[in-house]
């Protein structure tokens, strides 16, 4: 008997199984734990596993929306929800528990989706990289497990590239969504600013930076679970545009021929890795064949001015949560409880006055004008995800307490990755496409931008690229060597 496997389909295909009476909920829960019993102990890619609670959804009646019945996972930060417990990355938030559902979650489970478990993130979401001692052992990329699935959605990134389940929940701050994406080799879509709701917990994350997401194997997945949980929440301090028919409707049009800007430097001229160039320069020929006016561009900007204000806004952020979460406790912070990279943030932030503060939320609004102003000259900026390839486990874990260095060092995460925050700090529309890989077989992503609100036209462009170069049946080679293992 052929064992019933989630990577033969999308999401979308699952559900579509689920209608028809091919396959149960319960069959399709039973095919993930099968997949994560046989990959997890390699990759730590799932925790906080509640199959109990999975089976009492199914069992009191699943909601007819458009994932009905299919396995899904939430990211290990934030996605509050009254059922699913969380570390929130961090031994200092190890089991928290909720009262409430927040409404991202809300939005996510009326899809039908089957939610049975977390993945993990990084202590503050602060890394491109999953690595938190709080989950015993770092997320391991199951392209090859000696590199990093990305961060800091880094432990979704590798659950669905490993085929536990085809769709999962993520959320990007300074490309947490997009760096899984490019390193795991998936699709990942950040939206424009405000898309999708924060409460009723917060009115924004690291002021207005923050965004929820989703890590996929197809566009359309990631198209209609955007549909579903897009729209504000009650009390929300400021709104997206609005779309028009919706990202689904979008990818079933065939896109107008674009202006598309190709950087295959970094955005302020210093190369970058020959496979990452390589992927921007095979992808701009493929999209010139399609018919889209190509040309070099290069966003003139104040990109470094830009990481720094962002690196004080993300201090005083993770400052803010460890305090509030040690005050609510009524303790003083201790050994062990957070890591070097979360120290050095708060002994950071100690130096920010609130004018500075204030300063850098300036900056990063300046920033956006800069960049609205580039795309006055292209529809699509076209540019690697990352400046390399997927890093090497340990690279950026979080021991250092030098937190600025960490960030904008030369060896830092911004020279890493140059290209995700700047979409952040704009609040554009942005998404990583698996379009590359190393001849070593590691994954390269490329990333389109477009102006804010912009976000129909995007998913089309991309919609059009899955097209023109499917990527969705190629599988990391470890995973059939793990499932090959008896047993």
Known sequence: MTMLTLDDRDATGWAEAVRSGEVTPDALLDAALARVAAVNPALNAVVLMQEDRARAAIAAGLPDGPFRGVPFLIKDLGAEARDFPSHNGSNLTRDTRYSYDSEIFARMRATGMVTFGR???????????????????PVRNPWNTDHTPGGSSGG??????????????????????????????????????????????????????AIDGF????????????????????G?????PPLGAGYAAAITQ??????????????TGEAIHPDCAQGVRNTAALLEGLGHHVAPARPQADHHGMMRAWTRIVACGTALSITATLK?????????????????????ASGISGADYLAAVGKVHAYGREMAAAFADYDILLSSTLA?????????????????????GPEGVFAYSPFCATFNASGQPAASLPMHWTDGGLPVGV???????????????????????PWFNRRPPMIADLLAKPG
């Open 119 to 137: 993945t993990p993130s990084p202590e503050g979401g602060i890394g491109p990289v999953t690595e938190s001692t709080v989950y015993g052992a």
């Open 236 to 240: 929300a301090p400021y709104v997206a």
């Open 447 to 469: 990333h389109l931008a477009a102006p804010f609100g912009h976000d129909e036209v995007l998913i089309a462009l991309c919609a059009e690229l899955e097209q023109a170069q």
């Open 388 to 408: 390399e390839p997927p890093a090497r486990i340990g690279r950026f874990d979080h021991s250092s307490e030098d937190y600025e260095a960490y960030r904008v």
């Open 328 to 348: 609510a406790k009524g303790r003083d912070l201790r050994q062990g409880d957070i890591e070097g990279v979360s120290r050095g943030a708060m002994a950071f």
């Open 156 to 209: 979704a990134g590798a659950a669905v590239a490993a085929g536990i389940v085809p769709m999962a929940h993520g959320s990007d701050g300074g490309g947490s969504v997009r760096i899984p994406a490019s390193s795991s080799g998936l699709f990942g879509f950040k939206a424009t600013r405000a898309r999708f709701p924060d409460g009723p917990a917060a009115g924004e994350g690291w002021a207005g930076m």
């Open 254 to 267: 065939t896109p107008a021929r674009l202006r598309i800007g190709v950087c295959d430097t970094r955005f």
């Open 215 to 234: 890590l996929s194997r197809t566009v359309r997945d990631s198209a209609t679970m955007m549909d579903a949980c897009a729209g504000p929440d009650l």
